[in-house]
T-cell receptor, first 115, second 111 residues
């Protein structure tokens, strides 16, 4: 099993540009999570999908952020327009929600730098 | 969601047993206790989860007293590679609930 796959691993962009982060969850998992991690704020949950449907997007900072999950094997997190304060590591995680476990499998993350 | 309190950092030496305690005074009846480990430049990794008493796996043990207002993650005979941030999370294991990661405990293992 390849685990959760994220791309790109690193992204450097200029303020105002559109950024798209991609995630492929573990096959068979029915829940997908997007997190953001910074030194100041720690690890924050941005949005959570269950069976491809967004369940909780209360963590999405503002309208500049949007996330989609068109099918069970792919999700995107888009920032448009990007700002320097969006610089962070973005993690995608997946889990099998049917089990009695909070075991989420995290991807390697995308380190985003907005200049 | 129940708030958790854990030490910001801990130091240990190779071969020692490390116990990290987490306080969660307002834990609810249906809340589980979950611990994650995060190495630098990696995503968090699930370590162990429990509801009461003691849970043990190949990596760690989790001790939960009867009142469940705290829990202790025990790492036997740590090595340098156990240097990481350890997160204690508390939350209901049902429905569409999610967990909130706090600041965690930075464990530094020295030779």
């Amino acid at each position: 099993d390849a685990g959760v796959i994220q791309s790109p691993r690193h992204e450097v962009t200029e303020m105002g540009q559109e950024v798209t982060l991609r995630c492929k969850p573990i096959s068979g998992h029915n829940s997908l999570f997007w997190y953001r991690q910074t030194m100041m704020r720690g690890l924050e949950l941005l949005i959570y999908f269950n069976n491809n449907v967004p369940i909780d997007d209360s963590g999405m900072p503002e309208d500049r952020f949007s996330a989609k999950m068109p099918n069970a094997s792919f999700s995107t997190l888009k920032i448009q327009p990007s700002e320097p304060r969006d610089s962070a590591v973005y993690f995608c995680a997946s889990s099998l929600r049917d089990t009695h476990s909070y075991e989420q499998y995290f991807g390697p993350g995308t380190r985003l730098t907005v200049t | 969601l129940a708030k958790t309190t854990q030490p910001i950092s801990m130091d240990s030496y190779e071969g020692q047993e490390v116990n990290i305690t987490c306080s969660h005074n307002n834990i609810a009846t249906n809340d589980y206790i979950t611990w994650y480990q995060q190495f630098p430049s990696q995503g968090p990794r699930f370590i162990i989860q429990g509801y009461k008493t003691k849970v043990t796996n190949e990596v760690a043990s989790l001790f939960i007293p009867a009142d469940r207002k705290s829990s202790t993650l025990s790492l036997p005979r740590v090595s340098l590679s156990d240097t990481a941030v350890y997160y204690c999370l508390v939350g209901p294991n049902s429905g569409y609930s999610t967990l909130t990661f706090g600041k965690g405990t930075m464990l530094l293992v020295s030779p």
